[in-house]
């Protein structure tokens, strides 16, 4: 099951409004790819006559990829909510390292900048490809120009020479970055969904965060009394709801359904019993009025500000939160993140949570020093750069346990606790990354409209069916399937 599309995650409504404005152009047809990228990969090999014969240098045991000494490298990598300080860091050991000068790009401008440049056979070596902008990574795979990855992943890692790289990372993060049997894309980050939540709030009011969608409503009647409202969420970019929704119908209705719907199967939505199940629960938190009035109109960052200032007690959002409302969040705050809900007759168990790979780096197999792109990968991929991400950006990284006895911040510790408890039982989706004009406006608008009192659980299903098969009888989209 190989991922066609960067993550949204922390990047915010900016992507997701680019992409309004570029369905036009086609983005619609390839999921979050812009009508630059396909320019850029639509020249087959392009550009490969051009090709440079990429320096090799001695393999070593602390050279494994026979990186040429002095040889310089070139990163491009996306400047979003993660800034790019964590690269440069370990550029800077790549540097002292190779005794190599190392030019480095932060941009949020990845598929516009490097189009001409892929199509013209002189891309850069290694390539954070995440943003709106972003270049298709299917086609690129396709035609050849994605380093395959095997030998940084057989590669002895940084820490434990007797480890390979593979053998250090989430299972997940192997599967989510494979075109066909090869993995040539990297997911680097990993991001927790869920509900988040203060602490400090819950506690002071003697209030638990509930373990069944039925305790959910009992709590938030009880919230509204107090004079709280229960939730907010992004009214204006209501797809943040579906970070929860979505995966709260895959928990109770299981996998096996959820991938159904993933392949925008005939009544797929319709015939599942935990999408009525999961909708009719945010009709009822609609009708009980248990979303902050004024909600529908606020922005994702006025709503967390509105949540960090006590007005609301939950909402829906990932892990990169922490860091994205850092600048509005009370000290003594305790932000944390709950497991999704249990409903009836649950397929997944309490405790399952959604936690997916994010932020997709590649490498250029027509680059100038593809060996050294994949020995930068290495470096990024050791507990130092991995616990100095999780400390920069306050965000996981693909790398098991790198951050154990690591003093974490509070949402950072929250979402590395539910993500151990939950084991195997984690909840990965590709529909809002396959098809984001459908989940994010289409859906998204009828989203809106359910938690305003608008539109009743029923239609919302009903339409949501009729726009996914919409979508399956256009030949101009780019289909995908998943079996897992």
Request: charged residues 25%.
């Amino acid at each position: 099951m190989g991922s066609t599309s960067a993550r949204h995650d922390h990047e915010g409504p900016g992507r997701r409004e680019l992409i309004k404005r570029s369905a036009a152009l086609g983005l619609i047809s390839v999921p979050t790819m812009s009508f630059l990228s396909a320019c850029a990969t639509s020249g087959g090999g392009g550009g490969s006559e051009k090709e440079t014969k990429a320096p090799a240098g001695e393999k070593s045991a602390k050279n494994p990829l026979g990186v040429a000494q002095g040889a310089p490298l070139e990163a491009f990598i996306f400047k979003g909510g993660l800034g790019d300080q964590y690269a440069k860091d370990a550029e800077a050991d790549y540097k002292a390292t190779y005794g190599a000068e190392v030019k480095h790009t932060g941009t949020q401008q990845v598929g516009p900048k490097l189009t001409p440049r892929f199509a013209g056979g002189n891309p850069p070596d290694v390539i954070d490809n995440s943003g709106a902008d972003h270049l298709d990574m299917n086609k690129l795979s396709t035609q050849g120009q994605l380093q395959d990855l095997a030998p940084l992943l057989d590669a002895p890692s940084l820490d434990d020479p007797a480890r390979k790289v593979r053998d250090t990372l989430h299972p997940s993060t192997l599967e989510k970055g494979k075109h066909g049997d090869k993995v040539d894309v990297l997911y680097y980050a990993f991001t927790i969904y869920g509900t988040w939540y203060s602490e400090k709030l819950l506690a002071d009011r003697g209030w638990t965060y509930p373990k069944t969608l039925s305790e959910m409503v009992g709590l938030c009647g009880e919230i509204k009394k107090a004079g709280i409202a229960p939730w907010t969420y992004a009214g204006k970019y209501p797809y943040y709801v579906h970070f929860n929704l979505f995966a709260q119908i895959a928990k109770i209705g299981g996998m096996e359904k959820w991938i159904a719907i993933d392949n925008l199967e005939p009544n797929a939505w319709t015939s599942n019993d935990a999408v009525k199940e999961v909708v009719e629960h945010y009709e009822e938190l609609a009708a009980k009025k248990y979303f902050l009035e004024g909600s529908q109109g606020l922005t994702h960052i006025q709503s967390q500000t509105a949540w960090n200032r006590g007005k609301a007690v939950f909402i829906p959002n990932g892990s990169w939160v922490e860091n994205e409302a850092a600048p509005t969040t009370p000290k003594d705050f305790g932000m944390a993140v709950g497991a999704l809900f249990d409903g009836t007759g649950d397929k997944m168990p309490h405790g399952t949570l959604r936690g997916e790979p994010s932020e997709p780096y590649i490498v250029a197999s027509k680059g100038k020093n593809p060996a050294g792109g994949m020995e930068l990968l290495r470096i990024m991929l050791s507990k130092k750069h991995a616990q100095n991400f999780a400390t920069k950006v306050k965000s996981l990284t693909c790398v098991m346990d790198a951050t154990e006895g690591m003093t974490l911040s509070p949402g950072l510790a929250s979402a590395s606790k539910v993500f151990k408890e939950a084991g195997e039982n984690l909840i990965s989706l590709q529909l809002q990354e396959w098809y984001p004009a459908l989940t994010d406006e289409k859906i998204g608008g009828l989203t809106g409209q359910l938690l305003t009192g608008e539109l009743k659980a029923a239609e919302w299903i009903k339409k949501t069916q009729q726009e996914c098969d919409r979508v399956a009888k256009d030949d101009s989209v780019t289909k995908f399937k998943r079996t897992a």
